[in-house]
C-alpha cells in the first residue's frame, strides 16, 4: 500500500511537499541545466482538488453533531476525548479525513498508569480517564491475526512512533521507536533494542480501525487515488505552462548583419544606427502552443471535478433530468452512508473500550445520515403549522421537523423546550383564571344577565 501512500501524502501534503520531491514529481528534462530547473520548480504550484473533495466528504458525513446518549460521565468525556481538548466532533474529523486519504485509519484507547491510586477522589484529582489516539495507516507497519479467518482478533500490532529526547539543557533529538501491542501487554522498542514493557487490563489489543475503501484486515484502497494522479498531472503541466509563459514574456532581440565586435546598447533612450541589409527584430514564441496547454488543463480540471464529486458527493456540473439527479444522489448518499456507519461503528468500540477501562455502561452513539443541507422554506413552515395546529401531529414531530430543516439550531434541546413551553401555557392560563375571579360581582352577574337577553333575543328571532 505504500506507493499509493506516497501519492496521497503528496497532493495532501501541499505545494512545498512536492518542491522537496521534484525529482519524482516534476523530474528535471534532458540537456535543461540546473538553474533553470531550480527556478522551474520554485514556480510550480499544487492546486489542492484532491484536498478539497477530502474536506468536503468529511464535512458532509460529520455535518450535525455526534450524539453521545448515555451516563453523564460520557457527555463529560466527550468534550475531551484525546487528552488535548478536541471533542469527539473534532476528533472524529480528524480521523475520517486519514481515512479518507489513505483509505484507513484508526484509534487506539489508552488509559494512564495508576500508580499511588487508591480512590476515586485521586483518580478525579490527576485527571485519570481513557483517551484517544490517532493513528494513521503509513504508522501501522505489521499486524497478525489470532487465525487465518477473515474475523480473527489481531494478536500483535506493529505501530511506528516518533519520540522527541532532551539533549543537553536546550536541544532535543527525534528517536524512532516501534511499539508492540499484544493482548494485555506491550513493548516498546528504538534502534538499539528494547526499552520499555507493560501491561494493561484488556484481553484484547485496544486499537479500533476505521476503513473507507477496505479490502482486508488493516488493509485498503484509498477511494480518491485516481483523482490523485490527475491532480499530480495536472500539477506538472500547470508548472510547465507557468515556466513557459515567464519565458515568453521576454522575447529576444536579433541583431542580423551586425559582427561580434560591434556595440549596441538597446533600451527606450537608444537608438540603433544600421547598415543597408542590416536588420533587428524581436523573436517571441507562438501563443498557440500556450491555448492547447490551457485547454489541457482545463480538461483535466474538468475530469478530476466531475469523477471526484460524482463519486464521493453525487453531484455533477452538466444538466440532466430529475430522475438522472435523484439517481446519482441516492448513489452519493450510499457511499456517504456506508462511510458514516463506519464511523458510527468505530467510534462505539472506542468508547466500549474506554467503557472497560472505568468500568462504565457505555453510552450509545449515533451520527446523522441526512448528508443534504435543505432549508424548509416559507410555504412548507406554514404547511407544517397547520398540521400542528389541527392536531395532526404533536408538537415534538413540528420541532423536529423545523429541527432537521436547518430552522432550528442543531444544539437545541426538543425536550427542554417542549417543557418550557408547556410551563409557560400553564402560566398563562393560571393568570387568566385568576383575573376572572378577582372582577367584582356585579360584572359577573351583569355578565349572566347580558347572556340571558341575548339568548332571549335570539330565540326571539328564530320564533319570528
Not at 484525546?82 to 471533542?87: K, N, V
Not at 533494542?193 to 485496544?206: F, K
Request: contains cysteine; glycine residues 6%; charged residues 20%.
Amino acid at each position: 500500500m505504500m506507493s499509493d501512500w506516497q501519492i496521497m501524502n503528496a497532493v495532501v501534503s501541499g505545494t512545498q511537499s512536492l518542491r522537496q520531491q521534484c525529482a519524482t514529481y516534476l523530474p528535471q528534462e534532458p540537456r535543461e541545466d540546473d538553474d533553470a530547473y531550480t527556478t522551474r520548480v520554485k514556480r510550480s504550484v499544487l492546486s489542492p482538488f484532491t484536498l478539497r473533495l477530502i474536506e468536503n466528504a468529511a464535512g458532509l458525513v460529520l455535518r450535525r453533531p455526534i450524539t453521545v446518549n448515555g451516563d453523564p460521565y460520557w457527555q463529560d468525556f466527550s468534550k475531551n476525548v484525546d487528552g488535548l481538548g478536541s471533542s469527539i466532533n473534532e476528533y472524529a474529523r480528524r480521523i475520517l479525513v486519514s481515512a479518507l486519504t489513505y483509505g484507513h485509519s484508526g484509534t487506539m484507547v489508552d488509559f494512564p498508569p495508576g500508580e499511588g491510586i487508591r480512590t476515586l477522589a485521586d483518580e478525579i484529582a490527576l485527571g485519570r480517564r481513557p483517551y484517544f489516539i490517532p493513528i494513521q495507516a503509513p504508522s501501522i507497519w505489521g499486524w497478525r491475526q489470532e487465525t487465518s479467518l477473515p474475523s480473527s482478533q489481531l494478536s500483535q500490532l506493529r505501530i511506528h512512533e516518533t519520540a522527541v529526547i532532551p539533549d543537553g539543557d536546550f536541544g532535543e533529538t527525534q528517536e524512532d521507536r516501534m511499539r508492540v501491542l499484544y493482548p494485555g501487554r506491550y513493548e516498546l522498542y528504538n534502534n538499539e533494542g528494547e526499552v520499555e514493557t507493560g501491561t494493561y487490563t484488556l484481553n484484547e489489543i485496544p486499537f479500533v480501525p476505521l476503513y473507507t475503501n477496505r479490502t482486508g484486515m488493516l488493509s485498503s484502497i484509498p477511494p480518491l487515488l485516481d483523482i490523485a494522479n490527475l491532480n499530480i498531472t495536472h500539477y506538472q503541466r500547470q508548472a510547465d505552462l507557468i515556466h513557459a509563459l515567464h519565458i515568453a514574456a521576454m522575447p529576444i532581440l536579433v541583431l542580423e548583419g551586425w559582427d561580434e565586435t560591434d556595440n549596441a546598447g538597446v533600451g527606450v533612450n537608444y537608438a540603433l544606427s544600421m547598415q543597408t541589409g542590416n536588420k533587428a527584430y524581436y523573436v517571441g514564441a507562438d501563443s498557440s502552443s500556450f491555448n492547447a496547454q490551457q485547454t489541457e488543463l482545463s480538461s483535466l480540471e474538468a475530469q478530476m471535478s466531475t469523477l471526484g464529486v460524482t463519486k464521493l458527493l453525487g453531484q455533477k456540473f452538466v444538466a440532466e433530468s430529475a430522475d438522472a439527479k435523484r439517481i446519482d444522489q441516492a448513489q452519493a448518499n450510499s457511499v456517504l452512508s456506508i462511510i458514516s456507519m463506519e464511523m458510527e461503528s468505530a467510534l462505539q468500540m472506542c468508547y466500549n473500550i474506554a467503557a472497560v477501562y472505568v468500568n462504565k455502561t457505555p453510552p450509545q452513539i449515533n451520527l446523522d445520515r441526512d448528508f443534504d443541507f435543505y432549508r424548509l422554506l416559507g410555504q412548507d413552515i406554514s404547511v407544517i403549522d397547520d398540521l400542528a395546529a389541527r392536531g395532526a401531529i404533536t408538537n415534538r414531530t413540528f420541532l423536529q421537523i423545523l429541527k432537521s430543516g436547518e430552522i432550528l439550531p442543531d444544539m437545541i434541546d426538543l425536550d427542554a423546550e417542549m417543557r418550557e413551553t408547556e410551563a409557560l401555557r400553564q402560566q398563562r392560563r393560571e393568570e387568566t383564571l385568576g383575573s376572572l375571579d378577582t372582577r367584582p360581582m356585579g360584572s359577573a352577574s351583569e355578565e349572566r344577565n347580558s347572556g340571558t337577553r341575548a339568548t332571549s333575543t335570539r330565540n326571539e328571532t328564530q320564533a319570528t
